[in-house]
Structure formats: structure tokens, C-alpha cells
Nanobody
């Protein structure tokens, strides 16, 4: 079991940047997959980025080249650096984790443990 706490959300103008943090209650070495997901009002939750075993990284096409996922094992924290933000990036952002093998790292259905979310609002 693991508890996840997101932070770093806020309101920015288009073209701006934010860095989200996801602090885990367990050592990241114990967690196979950690992902970032987002959900806009009236839309399904979608995968943004994920990292497997601290090394292999996955990005959604919509954020590839703009967002960067990374982790700091000493702080048990996973980050999502978001650059060149667009209004369509506006959503509640969640991090999620799973200790087992995940077949589709960007599918929210694959993850068991979730944080409470942090809101990101991008204005035009």
C-alpha cells in the first residue's frame, strides 16, 4: 500500500510552466509504475506520463516534448515538469502508482493507488 500526495498546481497563462510533485509514502524502489493522469470537466481521465522502475518513460502524444516526468528517489517524489502550457491542459492532475506489472502505463484502469489531485488552470 502507498499514499500519494500531489502538489504544485495553480493558474498560469498559456505558454507558462508549472511543476507538479507527487510525494509517495513508500520508497520508490518498491513501486513498479508511477503515472500522471488528468481529468477535465466532462471528460474521461487520461494518461499524461508514466515511469517504470525509475527508467522507462511514457508520454501521451498531446504532451510529448512539453512535459517531463522524473523522480527523486531520495525524496520519494515524482515530478511532472509542464512547459508551454495550453488552455487544453486545464484539468485536475492526479498521480497514481502500482506495484505490479502494468500492461498499458498510460491507462488509468491499470493503477490501484491514487492521490487526491491538484488543479491546473491555463488561461489564454
Amino acid at each position: 500500500q502507498v499514499q500519494l500526495v500531489e502538489s504544485g498546481g495553480g493558474s498560469v497563462q498559456a505558454g507558462g510552466s508549472l511543476r507538479l510533485s507527487c510525494a509517495a509514502s513508500r520508497n520508490l524502489y518498491l513501486i513498479n509504475f508511477i503515472g500522471w493522469f488528468r481529468q477535465a470537466p466532462g471528460k474521461e481521465r487520461e494518461g499524461v506520463a508514466a515511469i517504470y522502475s525509475g527508467s522507462k518513460i511514457y508520454y501521451a502524444d498531446s504532451v510529448n516534448g512539453r512535459f517531463t516526468i522524473s523522480q527523486d528517489n531520495a525524496k520519494n517524489t515524482v515530478y511532472l515538469q509542464m512547459n508551454s502550457l495550453k488552455p487544453e491542459d486545464t484539468a485536475m492532475y492526479y498521480c497514481a502508482a502500482d506495484f505490479s506489472w502494468v500492461r498499458a502505463p498510460l491507462s488509468p484502469h491499470e493503477y490501484l493507488y491514487w492521490g487526491q489531485g491538484t488543479q491546473v488552470t491555463v488561461s489564454s
